[in-house]
């Protein structure tokens, strides 16, 4: 059902999802959707989870496995929007959700945590870490809307910019 749910918020936005046409491209009885989650907000977080789970799983060992943590950032946003750029977008607009349906939040406050704890091995101000998550997520906006996305180079300079250019 997530990754039917997914599917349904790639091809017609996340306004597309509702139990029956979950159910459908799930290939299953509508009312097994509604079974399993009682309301589209718990459709919707199951899948956002689902999404945000993966990314934090990510992040958590970009930190641990390289030396230049900068880059490895870079090469995150980049491969994320290039790989499968319906997928990216899809995700993408469950995150912007959490604007109007509170219980999407906490989710979305993971995986910014997540990001943060990545962007504060380089550097111990508060305001320049919050300035290196802004940066990543306007660089992983921009290479949605870009046909041609932002390459991990492009995203590495920005970064270095924030964070200064060291290891780490």
């Known amino acids: 059902m997530i990754a039917a749910t997914l599917r349904v918020v790639e091809a017609d936005g996340a306004a597309g999802v509702t139990h029956r046409a979950v159910a459908r491209e799930a290939g299953v009885p509508a009312s097994s959707a509604v079974y399993h989650f009682a309301t589209l907000d718990d459709l919707l977080v199951a899948a956002l989870t689902s999404v945000t789970d993966a990314y934090v799983e990510q992040l958590e060992a970009l930190a641990d496995r390289h030396s230049d943590v ?3 950032l870079a ?57 290196a998550v ?15 996305g932002v390459s991990a180079e492009e995203i590495r300079a920005v970064l270095a910019c924030v964070l200064g250019g060291g290891d780490g």
Do not use: H
Not at 115 to 130: E, F, H, I, Q, S
Not at 134 to 148: E, K, M, N, S, T
């Open 134 to 148: 802004a940066a990543v997520d306007g660089l992983f906006l921009q290479a949605l809307l870009d046909d041609r």
């Open 70 to 72: 900068r880059t490895a």
């Open 75 to 131: 090469e995150f946003v980049a491969d994320g929007a290039a790989a499968d750029r319906r997928r990216a977008l899809a995700e993408y607009e469950l995150t912007l959700l959490a604007v109007r349906r509170p219980a999407l939040r906490p989710v979305v406050r993971r995986y910014l945590a997540a990001l943060t704890d990545v962007a504060a091995c380089c550097v111990d101000d508060p305001t320049t870490v919050r300035a």
